[in-house]
């Protein structure tokens, strides 16, 4: 069976099959695109008899920081060789949403930088001898989500991408340059992200008879996947929280779409 398609690819059992987590190996890696340098992290288990898929993590507006490196170790214990990037480079990332929008708004009005923040990354993570370069996934949360969903759509040569209570004000799909396939995991309570922004990008994947799914969590708000999320809703007077269930149910959607693109 494909360590993809196998939980606790790369673990142990004992006589007792007690199941012990693989050792992961943390990287720090630079990628230097333009002038910019990306302090980015790459995490994979120690088990090098089998070839991981790669996925590539964009990260929420703030920038890299704990959570998404958590997310790539998460991965990596999952079999996968995870690569947290750091997006906006240089290290930067915001300690509030004013500094936050500023450090975005570049990306969102220049898809192509985030494009080649994506292209970057790849190219680093192919470098890797533990990689799978034929199975490559990009996943990306908040502002990380509408970067992956960009790059999808602008062709970017991966067989999926999941986005986590990323903006759905993307750029247009055009027919037979968006082959990646597409999952959208969305929170139904998220302010951020109104119901015309979801029927619009809906009809355009639709109008051009592009595959993808689409997962709503009911009550679950905008950046519904990170435990600060709660805490950082308060101090910045942000109608953003935590949500448990929804964080779970997403989790094992992308899993579960893993286990198909990755076949």
Request: aromatic share 10%; charged share 15%.
């Amino acid at each position: 069976m494909a360590a993809c398609n196998n939980p606790q690819a790369g673990s142990e059992h004992t006589a007792d099959s007690t199941v012990t987590k693989p050792t992961i190996t943390e990287e720090a890696v630079t990628i230097q695109v333009d002038t910019v340098t990306l302090n980015s992290v790459v995490a994979f288990s120690s088990d090098t008899t089998v070839k991981k898929p790669i996925v590539l993590i964009a990260p929420e507006w703030w920038g890299l920081n704990d959570y998404e490196k958590g997310r790539a170790k998460q991965l990596a214990e999952l079999g996968y060789l995870a690569i947290a990037i750091d997006f906006y480079g240089n290290g930067k990332h915001a300690e509030n949403p004013d500094q936050a929008k500023a450090f975005a708004t570049p990306f969102y009005m220049n898809p192509q930088l985030g494009f080649g923040r994506l292209q970057a990354a790849l190219a680093k993570a192919k470098t890797f001898p533990q990689a799978d370069t034929t199975r490559i996934a990009a996943i990306g949360y908040c502002f990380g989500g509408s970067m992956v969903l960009n790059a999808a759509k602008l062709g970017l040569p991966v067989n999926g991408v999941v986005s986590f209570h990323g903006g759905l004000q993307t750029v247009p799909p055009q027919k037979g340059l968006t082959k990646a396939q597409i999952l959208v995991c969305h929170g139904g309570a998220d302010p951020f992200v109104p119901a015309q922004d979801v029927a619009t990008f809906k009809k355009q994947l639709d109008s051009l008879s592009i595959p993808y799914t689409f997962k709503e969590y009911a009550g679950a708000t905008h950046a519904f996947t990170n435990p600060a999320s709660t805490a950082n809703g308060k101090k910045f007077n942000m109608p953003i929280e935590y949500n448990a269930a929804a964080d779970t149910a997403s989790w094992n959607d992308m899993r579960a779409f893993f286990g198909v693109i990755f076949k």
